[in-house]
């Protein structure tokens, strides 16, 4: 009898009842735009969005800090190149800084999301930036300036365009206490109608004995050249983060594939196998749950052949709202349920203004169902 009481004290003096049972891992993230939404024109405006987040237990956000060709804080390599230190929009603030300081007040991880990428500018004719180096556009096969979807392009495979767009992501990296930093569908990225500037033919007629370029844009050897430069591009940047500071997590946020491989040479399960992607959020934007659904097995088994380490890196990006679109409560319900169950700890939604429609309908749902507790980033920094 004297041993069984020893055996219950110490089994049950082992046991803090006080102490809070560890968090579980999940992400839980939201990009934040600057385009049909009012969160980043103040401080206020931003610390009353990250305490939402933080009470409806968000723990990432993803601000934009470029966009248009100008940056969402002050930026000396843009002042340097245009004399355009930040978008008028916001001169006199820092709205990366005031993100950054009112999210990790409340426990939330913030990776800076660099939107715009490779593309120059959206309807303008390569704006500023190709007016002012115009050597840096982005050609079709007739030798205009490259444009998809209304996008202008600059060109991803010049050393120059490539530097500048490391040179934006470092001063980042270097001067703020972010926890990430993240391209998108537009970084790295190019229009597969692209690559025929005079400096990416010569460069391809120097590794291919003066032959040139395959007219034929969806040619599979020239869609892979060009990919692989780009994939090259994303190495360097994840090398050149990981030597300033080896913490900051380099996340990817590209279309889904093998579409994105198809369209804009981003072959992103490339990055995962390489390591040089912390995490991938795809962009699985579709605007009904049987189309998620269905879209669903070829992100995660079908056509990426990754391992399970590598599997574990990719969660989704759930399209909420955009223009006039807000996802029902029934298909953000379905959608997390089905990510659960093929094993997905988390999601990123596009974008924060979805989870304010309908007196923050969506938002209270997932409150009340799948995220009534805390839970913690994972580590993406372990076992590259």
Not at 241 to 262: G, L, M, N, T
Request: charged letters at 20%; glycine letters at 6%; aromatic letters at 14%.
């Amino acid at each position: 009898m004297k041993w069984m009481i020893i055996f219950v004290i110490l089994l049950f003096g082992c046991v803090n009842p006080t102490e809070d049972p560890e968090p579980n891992q999940e992400v839980r993230g939201v990009w934040l735009t600057n385009v049909d939404s009012d969160v980043l024109d103040s401080r206020e405006n931003i610390a009353a969005a990250m305490t939402f987040l933080k009470e409806h237990h968000f723990n990432l956000v993803c601000p934009v800090v470029w966009n248009g060709g100008r940056t969402l804080y002050p930026s000396t390599v843009m002042d340097s190149l245009f004399q355009l230190p930040i978008d008028a929009h916001y001169t006199g603030r820092d709205p990366l800084q005031e993100v950054i300081e009112e999210a990790h007040k409340r426990g939330i991880a913030v990776y800076a999301w660099f939107e715009f990428g490779f593309a120059a500018s959206y309807q303008k004719n390569g704006g500023h930036i190709v007016d002012r180096y115009p050597h840096w556009a982005a050609r079709d096969i007739k030798g205009a300036l490259l444009s998809k979807n209304g996008f202008e392009w600059m060109n991803g495979y010049h050393p120059q365009v490539q530097q500048f767009m490391i040179d934006l992501v470092m001063e980042v990296v270097n001067n703020y206490t972010v926890d990430g930093v993240q391209g998108d569908d537009r970084l790295p990225a190019q229009p597969s109608e692209g690559g025929y500037s005079s400096y990416t033919v010569k460069l391809y007629e120097g590794e291919h004995h003066g032959r040139k370029p395959p007219r034929d844009h969806t040619d599979s050897l020239w869609l892979k050249w060009r990919a692989d430069k780009l994939n090259a591009f994303a190495q360097r940047l994840y090398q050149k983060v990981k030597q300033q500071d080896a913490e900051v997590i380099v996340s990817w946020a590209p279309s889904i594939h093998p579409w994105a491989y198809e369209q804009y040479l981003q072959d992103w399960p490339s990055w995962i196998e390489g390591r040089y992607a912390d995490v991938v959020f795809p962009q699985q934007y579709r605007h009904s749950f049987d189309e998620y659904k269905a879209l669903m097995p070829s992100q995660r088994y079908s056509t990426l052949h990754l391992s399970e380490p590598a599997l574990n890196r990719i969660y989704p990006g759930i399209l909420m709202k955009v223009g006039d679109y807000v996802m029902d409560e029934a298909y953000l319900k379905k959608a997390i349920q089905l990510n659960r169950r093929v094993g997905v700890q988390g999601e990123v939604f596009f974008f924060y203004e979805g989870l304010r429609e309908n007196n923050n309908a969506l938002a209270e749902l997932l409150l009340n169902t799948f995220y009534t507790t805390e839970a913690r980033l994972p580590d993406f920094t372990k076992n590259r």
